[in-house]
T-cell receptor, first 114, second 114 residues
Framework: KAGVTQTPRYLIKTRGQQVTLSCSPI?????VSWYQQTPGQGLQFLFE???????NKGNFPGRFSGRQFSNSRSEMNVSTLELGDSALYLC?????????????FGPGTRLTVT | AQSVTQLGSHVSVSEGALVLLRCNYS??????LFWYVQYPNQGLQLLLK??????LVKGINGFEAEFKKSETSFHLTKPSAHMSDAAEYFC????????????FGKGTTLSVSS
């Protein structure tokens, strides 16, 4: 079974621009979560989508948004980029079958804001 | 509120020595606990999970962890370290009941010397 895929893997943007990252979950997984990883703040939860609805949200400003499509693929958008948004953005998918609580992570998208 | 504390940001061991990475948690809901490993420039790989079944959990690559409710701990151990174990390790607790949103510790970098 193919794992979680994220595109693009690397991205360089200029401050003030916006960016869209994409995540394709493992086949059959309906939950997709996004995390931001930085050296200073570590791994922080951004939001989770399930069946096209945002189910949980972390403590990030409204510049960070996402959506999920009917095939469970998810996109994350960051508007008005700031230097501090430079990070590795990780997507994870999970199955909600009985006893299954683990999340499977993709390789991440490394965003650099200059 | 849920939180995770990993004691020691850096642990160094010799090849063949015992590996012990410490994790303490705080949770206001029944906890699900996870250990993930991250190799350079890669996403997170699940090592093992505790989801209220057996308190001693065995994972991949010879790792195991014991859930101790009285001590609110979930320490990761491996009897004999291998050079390939050098990586960053993250302990996580569920942010929500479904376990699809996680709160991570700051991580512990494991170095293995020959």
């Amino acid at each position: 079974k193919a794992g979680v895929t994220q595109t693009p893997r690397y991205l360089i943007k200029t401050r003030g621009q916006q960016v869209t990252l994409s995540c394709s979950p493992i086949s059959g997984h309906r939950s997709v979560s996004w995390y931001q990883q930085t050296p200073g703040q570590g791994l922080q939860f951004l939001f989770e989508y399930f069946s096209e609805t945002q189910r949980n949200k972390g403590n990030f400003p409204g510049r960070f948004s996402g959506r999920q499509f009917s095939n469970s693929r998810s996109e994350m958008n960051v508007s008005t980029l700031e230097l501090g948004d430079s990070a590795l953005y990780l997507c994870a998918s999970s199955s909600e079958g009985q006893g299954r609580k683990e999340q499977y992570f993709g390789p991440g998208t490394r965003l650099t804001v200059t | 509120a849920q939180s995770v504390t990993q004691l020691g940001s850096h642990v160094s061991v010799s090849e063949g020595a015992l590996v012990l990475l410490r994790c303490n948690y705080s949770s206001s809901v029944p906890p699900y606990l996870f250990w993930y490993v991250q190799y350079p420039n890669q996403g997170l790989q699940l090592l093992l999970k505790y989801t209220s079944a057996a308190t001693l959990v065995k994972g991949i690559n010879g790792f195991e962890a014991e859930f101790k409710k009285s001590e609110t701990s979930f320490h990761l151990t491996k009897p004999s370290a291998h050079m390939s174990d050098a990586a960053e390790y993250f302990c996580a607790v569920n942010r929500n009941q479904a376990g699809t949103a996680l709160i991570f510790g700051k991580g512990t970098t494991l170095s293995v010397s020959s």
